[in-house]
């Protein structure tokens, strides 16, 4: 009985487990609850052992069903890796390759991995999509091969990510606003008194963050060039990729706050490529996201080089200072 054990089993028996119950796993399986539950009662036949009591009004994990799912997750992840290595054997250039990217990844280092690719790649046609966080069901539905997210999103088991670059977040105001006169950090009470503009849902960003909502009056503006804009207009308080503002801070347009309990530059976040586990991305992907990441090694050159020049600047009249201290010795001595 046991060799008539299948994998799409025992993927069904981690999803009812993940999920808590048969029929959220039917939506993630895209199944009816009933073929769940039918696919669950069969397996345990099978196995001759009880997966989940069932008496409550949502299904729990027996003690063996908790037993045997770390080795179905063993199963499926060897199984998910051997056809990610033929895949990556076989060796075959997609003819398609989709990406969904978040609206905060960087759009200059986007951009110029677009024009790399389409140089190296003129036979693989590229679709994307640039969205506010919604980048994770597109992946994980098959519609996208490649997403682009924020280490903020809540990415499921069956994704694999890997990290791309970082980008610093601070929180702005207009310098018309009340908020822009503080000095130093600003108590969370006196948050409470303005507009909280985001762009992102408030818990996703706590899950990141630690503490994303300040205030309880919320404006949510899906377009982050909305949200820029309704911030230079003074209307309330929010965080803005560092590289979207930057011209607006040196103009003095925008005024960079610091919340109680935030980092003082703001909070650096991490952003990912995810692709299914399952489904790994080909050369053209594989060139992509080895090329988004190329930008952020180059990143951490110059602002090394910067540090060792800015040291150099410095130690340069240290030394030349020396030189004179020793000449006016010399003649005194003399």
């Known amino acids: 009985m046991l060799d008539g054990v299948s994998l799409d089993q025992l993927r069904t028996f981690i999803a009812a487990a993940d ?7 039917g939506r993630r399986l895209r199944r009816a609850q009933s073929v769940v539950s039918q696919t669950l009662a069969n397996l345990e036949g099978q196995l001759r052992v009880k997966l989940f009591d069932r008496s409550a009004r949502l299904p729990v994990l027996t003690d063996q069903g908790r037993a045997l799912l770390a080795a179905a997750r063993a199963v499926a992840g060897n199984v998910d890796l051997f056809k990610a290595r033929a895949k990556s054997l076989a060796g075959g250039l997609e003819p398609e390759l989709s ?4 609206v905060m990844f960087p759009v200059a280092t986007f951009t110029a991995a677009v024009a790399d ?3 190296g790649f003129p036979t693989t046609l590229l679709k994307f999509d640039v969205e506010s966080s919604a980048v994770v069901e597109p992946v994980l539905d098959g519609r996208c091969a490649v ?6 999103s809540n990415t499921p088991a069956q994704l694999t990510h890997e990290r791309l670059l970082s980008i610093r977040v601070p929180m702005v105001v207009s310098s018309r606003h009340p908020l822009a006169t503080h000095r130093g ?3 969370a009470a006196a948050l409470t008194e303005h507009v909280q503009l985001t762009h992102i849902d408030p818990v996703d960003v706590s899950r990141a963050y630690g503490s994303g909502t300040w205030s309880p009056r919320i404006w949510r503006l899906s377009h982050l060039g909305a949200k820029l804009a309704f911030l230079r207009q003074g209307l309330g308080f929010g965080a803005l990729p560092l590289h979207m503002i930057q011209a607006d801070l040196a103009s003095g347009e925008l005024v960079q706050i610091t919340a109680e309990g935030m980092p003082p530059g703001g909070h650096v976040i991490a952003m990912l490529a995810i692709y299914r586990t399952d489904s790994p991305p080909g050369p053209a992907g594989r060139w992509f996201i080895d090329r988004l990441k190329q930008e952020d090694a180059q990143s951490s050159k110059e602002r090394t080089a910067l540090r060792s020049a800015s040291n150099s600047s410095i130690a340069k009249p240290q030394r030349s200072s020396m ?11 003399r």
């Open 185 to 187: 950090t600003i108590p």
């Open 323 to 333: 030189r004179r201290a020793l000449v006016r010795n010399k003649k005194r001595t």
């Open 19 to 25: 999920e808590g119950s048969f029929s959220a796993a």
């Open 99 to 102: 990406v969904a990217v978040d």
């Open 117 to 119: 690719f389409q140089k």
């Open 147 to 152: 997403g682009v997210v924020g280490s903020w």
